[in-house]
């Protein structure tokens, strides 16, 4: 199984800093005995392996060598890869650089670089359909995707960013196969390569009659990308859920 990392981003809203926001310390974390600080990226590559992704490919723009330099060639007995992404043209592009790495009959995890969640075995409750949405509540859903659901738990919506957003549920991170992940790389070819979010694009394949499932399993979730929420990934980490997972 694949976990995908986009992270070639900027960080325009947490900068200036002197080296890539992935790499941001937050909390820490022992090695040896000895107490170290922990890259916010870290969280994500750990609830992956959790998740039981084997391999992981991070897609980073030219500049971000230092993502390369800090995480090698290996994590915690999962290999890790790199694609590059030479200009800033949205999720979907990012997304889609690790396309040559994908099989059809594999799963990917896809998770942002600059958050941190839990639980953090949360992977293991989206299940093998053809695309599962982990889902986590939150104060503010404008700022996130919200996923609307029918009585079911299915998608039916995507409300990117939306200022009206009708639920407080968005994706975190989600789960797809393969051969689907191809479906949607197709598609967004098909449109031209305009949809620079996830979202917009799940919604045109959605309405062309495909399926996916949200899995409200999510318990916190914090966008680091900002100070306010750093702070807030500080004072989760120092909480009950956060004990034992880096503080």
């Known amino acids: 199984?694949?976990?995908?990392?986009?992270?070639?981003?900027?960080?325009?809203?947490?900068?200036?800093?002197?080296?890539?926001?992935?790499?941001?310390?937050?909390?820490?974390?022992?090695?040896?005995?000895?107490?170290?600080?922990?890259?916010?990226?870290?969280?994500?590559?750990?609830?992956?392996?959790?998740?039981?992704a084997t391999k992981i490919c991070f897609v980073i723009s030219a500049g971000k060598s230092d993502i390369m330099e800090y995480f090698g060639g290996e994590a915690a007995g999962a290999r890790i890869c790199y694609a590059v992404q030479p200009e800033p043209l949205g999720l979907c592009d990012s997304l889609f650089r690790a396309m040559p790495f994908i099989s059809a009959d594999e799963y990917l995890l896809v998770g942002l670089p600059d958050t941190v969640w839990f639980p953090e075995d949360g992977f293991r409750s989206l299940g093998d359909g053809n695309l599962s949405f982990l889902l986590f509540p939150v104060e503010r859903p404008e700022f996130f995707d919200a996923v609307v659901l029918d009585g079911e738990g299915r998608v039916k919506e995507v409300q990117v960013k939306s200022p009206s957003a009708s639920t407080s549920w968005v994706w975190g991170a989600f789960k797809v196969k393969g051969s689907v992940f191809a479906e949607l790389h197709d598609l967004w070819q098909a449109r031209g390569q305009t949809d620079e979010y996830f979202g917009t694009l799940v919604n045109a394949w959605l309405k062309m009659g495909a399926?996916?499932?949200?899995?409200?399993?999510?318990?916190?979730?914090?966008?680091?990308?900002?100070?306010?929420?750093?702070?807030?990934?500080?004072?989760?980490?120092?909480?009950?859920?956060?004990?034992?997972?880096?503080?």
């Open 1 to 52: 199984m694949w976990g995908i990392i986009p992270a070639a981003g900027a960080g325009s809203r947490i900068q200036p800093l002197a080296f890539s926001k992935e790499l941001l310390p937050v909390g820490s974390r022992f090695e040896g005995g000895v107490e170290r600080p922990r890259a916010v990226s870290e969280y994500l590559v750990e609830r992956m392996i959790k998740g039981g």
């Open 211 to 247: 399926k996916a499932d949200g899995v409200m399993a999510g318990s916190s979730y914090v966008d680091v990308g900002t100070i306010n929420g750093y702070r807030e990934a500080v004072r989760l980490l120092g909480g009950p859920e956060g004990v034992g997972n880096g503080r």
